[in-house]
């Protein structure tokens, strides 16, 4: 069974600070890590995806993660946040052994911006 | 991108009827797809996979006489509502597997159902 914990349902900044999201995952196999956003009543966007090779994995606006195995952790990490990057934010696991298929997912941080 | 479109984006229907949400991967052809459903605030939950082909499989829990799902081809999977019930009203989330890289899921747009 797999599991992920997001640590802060809520986290606020400022623009242009650091963000960091903490996620932290349970596999009993090598897991296949993501990271998603998703705006008021739409989907899901995939930032990053972790699955194999370098641990530190760049995404698309400006966010990064990296995976520590050593400490079951995918932290997300941008270093100047935008206004528009208020949204939420899921972590999620799956297992390499079923090639990817059913993502388990995080309980989700909201991120708010602030001017 | 690969796009995953989902149809209606909002729907009210009356209970007791019953509501089909689509869902079609666009540019890519999709061997599985994936219903998830999130309430509000809360994160998603597996309702089910769906193999093209073949019977969906469903997740402990869900019911699969009331939530029947189809996937006739590898661009199309689609989520009835049967007998719908004010407590089934929900954002409604499909996700697909791209065939020619089976670790990336892509994820519609959500169609937001409403019963009343």
């Known amino acids: 069974a797999q599991s992920v914990t997001q640590l802060g349902s809520h986290v606020s900044v400022s623009e242009g600070a650091l963000v960091l999201l903490r996620c932290n995952y349970s596999s009993s196999v090598p897991p296949y890590l993501f990271w998603y956003v998703q705006y008021p009543n739409q989907g899901l966007q995939l930032l990053l995806k972790y699955t194999t090779g370098a641990t530190l994995v760049k995404g698309i606006n400006g966010f990064e993660a990296e995976f520590k195995k050593s400490e079951t952790s995918f932290h997300l990490t941008k270093p100047s946040a935008h206004m528009s990057d208020a949204a939420e934010y899921f972590c999620a696991v799956s297992d390499q052994e079923t090639s990817g298929s059913r993502l388990t997912f995080g309980e989700g941080t909201q991120l708010t911006v602030n001017p | 991108g690969a796009v995953v479109s989902q149809h209606p984006s909002r729907v009210i229907c009356k209970s007791g009827t019953s509501v089909k949400i689509e869902c079609r991967s666009l540019?890519?052809?999709?061997?599985?797809m994936f219903w998830y459903r999130q309430f509000p605030k809360q994160s998603l939950m597996l309702m089910a996979t769906?193999?093209?082909?073949?019977?969906?499989?469903?997740e402990q829990g869900v019911e699969k006489d009331k939530f029947l799902i189809n996937h006739a081809s590898l661009t199309l999977s689609t989520l009835t509502v049967t007998s719908a019930h004010p407590e089934d009203s929900s954002f409604y989330i499909c996700?697909?597997?791209?065939?020619?890289?089976?670790?990336?899921?892509?994820f519609g747009e959500g169609s937001w159902l409403t019963v009343v």
């Open positions: 769906s193999n093209e082909g073949s019977k969906a499989t469903y």
């Open positions: 540019d890519f052809q999709a061997t599985t």
């Open positions: 996700s697909a597997r791209d065939f020619q890289d089976r670790h990336t899921i892509y």
